[in-house]
């Protein structure tokens, strides 16, 4: 038989995320108990030909050799960590609002006066497009060691046409430059600019009429996100912009319910969003029209946490509703100056009772689904693509239970191996 060009051998336990204990393949995100369920093979072996998976099994069961074989005996083997919302390129950082929230003033205080979103504008649109790569590729790298082979990015720190595109075009080039695959999501809808303020009718119009079309026809973007909340954009603001992008050929997606219920869920669940993200204030009604859309809760924990909100997303509402569930770091630098999905995974159980097998598939095929990649990536499956991970545990549990540390042995992307902590 033709060698398989990289083989990974007697895996403690290989997460396949593929087949439920029933043995049956759910077809989309997992729902419910499917979310618990692992598609665990102990003894496990993965073979990779042209980057994609050739078998998965147990060692014994196979027939192949590798050009490049690894021994993974005692590790857990696990699909590549799918980062599915972030704010990934932007300038800047706002440690002094940090310590303002520390003293008692509000996200929303600090954003009227001028801080938050609107301080982060300015700098990412005083800053080049070299300076943004920069940024942007050093940050990949942080995550990429930390098991991230897969993140969605946002624009929306530019709020004006040339500065959107300047972001999404930055993201085209990193994508094409770095290892980590990037989803590139518009988010022309994150505030109104300064020089809006007072028109917000006039900027809607200026996404409308201008971003949109400029950025569905140049293809920088696959997704169409809005900042749906009181004082920046309310319901029917969302859905104008969200319906327009799906003109567009954007896909929508939305902040929602994330400092208070805003409707967010509710028009996710109308507009058949791919994903509704926050949701820590959503409305009974908004959860079952999502229920019954199949749109995927993203639910950030970072946030909630770094705004020291006391209350978190109802993840195992959402869980035993079968809404189906996906993690993520919102990486930005007002509410969530995190990086890494292994820490929100530790803090989606923390905070959110999520157990440890949730997170993982939240973190894995659900994560692929938020971002239309569900049938290429997020699950170890013959066809799909090699981005796996080898973990230096023997069982999945310890993933979140060692908290704030980093787990990661290698990382493997398209069949290669992009990152290996025993050469460094
Ligand atoms: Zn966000």
């Given at each position: 038989m ?37 598609g ?7 073979a ?21 074989e ?26 002094k ?14 954003a ?10 300015k ?12 940024l ?16 969605e ?32 999501t ?51 603001e969302?859905r104008?912009i ?23 869920a ?5 507009l ?16 079952e ?14 946030t ?11 993840a ?29 995974f530790g ?9 440890p ?59 290669k ?8």
């Open positions: 033709e060698k398989a060009d990289l083989v990974v051998k007697g895996a403690k336990e290989l997460l396949t995320l593929g087949k439920t204990d029933r043995n049956v393949r759910p077809t989309g995100p997992r729902r419910g108990r499917e979310m618990s369920e692992l665990i093979v102990e003894d496990g072996a993965l990779v030909r042209d980057g994609k998976i050739v078998f998965v099994g147990k060692t014994q069961e196979l027939k192949m050799g590798g050009k490049e690894i021994n993974a005996s005692g590790r857990v083997v696990l699909p590549g960590f799918i980062d599915s919302h972030t704010h990934l390129i932007f300038a800047g950082s706002r440690e609002e940090f310590e303002r929230r520390l003293l008692g003033e509000s996200y929303q205080e600090i009227e006066g001028g801080g938050g979103i609107l301080s982060t504008v700098a990412t649109r005083d800053a080049s497009r070299e300076s943004l790569f920069e942007g590729r050093n940050r990949l790298d942080e995550m990429l060691q930390w098991g991230t082979t897969t993140v990015v946002k624009s929306g720190y530019g709020l004006r046409t040339e500065d959107e595109i300047k972001i999404l075009e930055v993201i085209q080039e990193l994508n094409r430059k770095h290892s980590i695959d990037l989803v590139p518009f988010l022309g809808g994150h505030e109104v600019p300064i020089e809006y303020r007072g028109n917000k009718e006039g900027y809607i119009r200026k996404i409308e009429e201008e971003m949109l079309p400029q950025i569905s026809k140049m293809n920088l973007a696959s997704f169409c996100d809005v900042f749906c909340e009181e004082g920046v954009f309310d319901y029917e969302s104008r969200l319906k327009k992008g799906k003109e567009y050929g954007l896909k929508p997606k939305i902040h929602a319910d994330e400092l208070s219920s805003s409707g967010g509710d028009l996710a669940g109308e058949g969003a791919i994903s509704a993200d926050h949701l820590t204030y959503p409305s009974e009604k908004g959860l029209g999502m229920r019954r859309n199949g749109t995927i809760a993203v639910l950030l924990p970072g909630s946490l770094f705004l020291r909100s006391e209350t978190h997303a109802p195992r509402r959402m869980i035993e509703m079968g809404i189906p569930v996906a993690l993520a770091t919102d990486f930005n630098p007002g509410s969530s100056p995190i990086l890494f999905m292994p820490i929100i803090l989606a159980s923390l905070l959110m009772r999520m157990t097998a949730e997170v993982i598939t939240a973190g894995t095929i659900n994560g692929a689904y938020a971002v239309g990649k569900g049938e290429r990536v997020g699950s170890l499956e013959v066809g799909k693509d090699a981005d796996f991970l080898i973990l230096n545990i023997d069982h999945y549990r310890q993933l979140p239970y060692w908290f704030g540390q980093n787990l990661v042995e290698k990382v493997v992307k398209k069949g191996v992009v990152w290996n902590r025993s050469r460094v």
